[in-house]
T-cell receptor, first 113, second 113 residues
Framework: EDQVTQSPEALRLQEGESSSLNCSYT??????LFWYRQDPGKGPEFLFT???AGEEKEKERLKATLTKKESFLHITAPKPEDSATYLC??????????????FGQGTILTVHP | DSGVTQTPKHLITATGQRVTLRCSPR?????VYWYQQSLDQGLQFLIQ???????AKGNILERFSAQQFPDLHSELNLSSLELGDSALYFC????????????FGSGTRLTVV
């Protein structure tokens, strides 16, 4: 069964204090690893898709990396507007649920000014 | 605005009742996905439709059903509602059966009293 575990559950940072969020996963065959940002009461907002180990993607202060067992979301010099819940999800390459995303529980990031 | 439209935004109803949630996908997207988000379960995949046909099914209760119409909008029907069905229900869309970043709507908050 596909599983996604995110840590930590919550992270508090000072503005400018860089850190990383972890996403550990188990899957029979990975089609893609997705990162989303979700603000309170809103739908998840797509950030990145990673397809194979060693791949990296960047967007502003965010950088996502992928290994065969984990993905990291690195946040460099965060600002208060980066405060949100960050969700990791995977898509399995096989089976009858090709389009299904399995989500982790998320990491709640709070950045203090 | 993500381009995925969900109505209504809020719904309050009594136990035992039936409700219908509506989703219009982003222009050009053929797949529609339904997810349920509760505090204790996180984002859970319910069902996927592609161009009018059911493609994948998650842990969707028998009391719940969905369909996708020829104009590609989708409806999620929830019947015999229970208190535990209170949650945020999200619709997402993508161009194909699977693929890159799924685009989520802003959700329907269902409260069963």
């Amino acid at each position: 069964e596909d599983q996604v575990t995110q840590s930590p559950e919550a992270l508090r940072l000072q503005e400018g204090e860089s850190s990383s969020l972890n996403c550990s996963y188990t899957v029979s065959g990975l089609r893609g690893l997705f990162w989303y940002r979700q603000d309170p009461g809103k739908g998840p907002e797509f950030l990145f898709t990673l397809y194979s180990a060693g791949e990296e993607k960047e967007k502003e202060r965010l950088k996502a990396t992928l290994t065969k067992k984990e993905s990291f979301l690195h946040i460099t010099a965060p600002k208060p507007e980066d405060s949100a819940t960050y969700l990791c999800a995977l898509a399995n390459a096989g089976g009858t649920s090709y389009g299904k995303l399995t989500f982790g529980q998320g990491t709640i990031l709070t950045v203090h000014p | 605005d993500s381009g995925v439209t969900q109505t209504p935004k809020h719904l309050i109803t009594a136990t035992g009742q039936r409700v219908t949630l509506r989703c219009s996908p982003r222009s050009g997207d053929l797949s529609v996905y339904w997810y349920q988000q509760s505090l204790d379960q996180g984002l859970q995949f319910l069902i996927q439709y592609y161009n009018g046909e059911e493609r994948a099914k998650g842990n969707i209760l028998e009391r719940f059903s969905a369909q996708q119409f020829p104009d590609l909008h989708s409806e999620l029907n929830l019947s015999s509602l229970e208190l535990g069905d209170s949650a945020l229900y999200f619709c997402a869309s993508s161009p194909g059966i699977g693929g890159g970043g799924y685009t989520f709507g802003s959700g329907t908050r269902l409260t069963v009293v």
